[in-house]
T-cell receptor, first 114, second 115 residues
Framework: GNSVTQMEGPVTLSEEAFLTINCTYTATGYPSLFWYVQYPGEGLQLLLKATKADDKGSNKGFEATYRKETTSFHLEKGSVQVSDSAVYFCALCVGDQGAQKLVFGQGTRLTINP | DARVTQTPRHKVTEMGQEVTMRCQPILGHNTVFWYRQTMMQGLELLAYFRNRAPLDDSGMPKDRFSAEMPDATLATLKIQPSEPRDSAVYFC?????????????FGPGTRLTVL
């Protein structure tokens, strides 16, 4: 079946530290991959995406590269800020163009201390 | 700034009561999703619609849950009767389907507590 596994949280870092949140997936076919972010009290927002192998998605200093050989899509940021504190979800899109669905990982809570 | 709106934002009810959650998708979007988020299960897709027609409701308990789109500006999720295990945050998301991926825009959620 289709599934996404993220590193377990919570993750706590100091401001300006380097961030990696691991994400691996299992899917039939060639899924598109996404990172969503959820700030406290809000819904999820798309952070970045990659639609094919070796694509790199980037936004707001975050990056993730679609690695087909390792079935991974790890999220990285070189220097985190307090405002990056949130829950991060890795997701994949499955199905044909008429029936696309997102499958989410369990989420990783990130806390950045000043 | 177009956004998905959901009402109510919070709902506390007693077991056995009917609960109706409403969602207004972004104008022009033709796909609407309902998700449920809990600590134990994470984020689960309950159902989704395209052009107001249900495409998939396999994630929804059929005996007590129902989802509808009476018109293009309103989606509803109803639980009858509600149970304590239904306590969760329910998110609505909308998007415009076209060839290739379409982004999903999430609402702020309805936090449901069933006592």
């Amino acid at each position: 079946g289709n599934s996404v596994t993220q590193m377990e949280g919570p993750v706590t870092l100091s401001e300006e530290a380097f961030l990696t949140i691991n994400c691996t997936y299992t899917a039939t076919g060639y899924p598109s991959l996404f990172w969503y972010v959820q700030y406290p009290g809000e819904g999820l927002q798309l952070l970045l995406k990659a639609t094919k192998a070796d694509d790199k998605g980037s936004n707001k200093g975050f990056e993730a590269t679609y690695r087909k050989e390792t079935t991974s899509f790890h999220l990285e940021k070189g220097s985190v800020q307090v405002s990056d504190s949130a829950v991060y979800f890795c997701a994949l899109c499955v199905g044909d163009q008429g029936a696309q669905k997102l499958v989410f990982g369990q989420g990783t809570r990130l806390t950045i201390n000043p | 700034d177009a956004r998905v709106t959901q009402t109510p934002r919070h709902k506390v009810t007693e077991m056995g009561q009917e609960v109706t959650m409403r969602c207004q998708p972004i104008l022009g979007h033709n796909t609407v999703f309902w998700y449920r988020q809990t600590m134990m299960q994470g984020l689960e897709l309950l159902a989704y619609f395209r052009n107001r027609a249900p495409l998939d409701d396999s994630g929804m308990p059929k005996d007590r849950f129902s989802a509808e789109m009476p018109d293009a500006t309103l989606a509803t999720l109803k639980i009858q009767p509600s149970e304590p295990r239904d306590s969760a945050v329910y998110f609505c998301a909308s998007g415009f389907h076209k060839a290739g991926w379409n982004e999903q825009f999430f609402g702020p959620g309805t936090r449901l507590t069933v006592l």
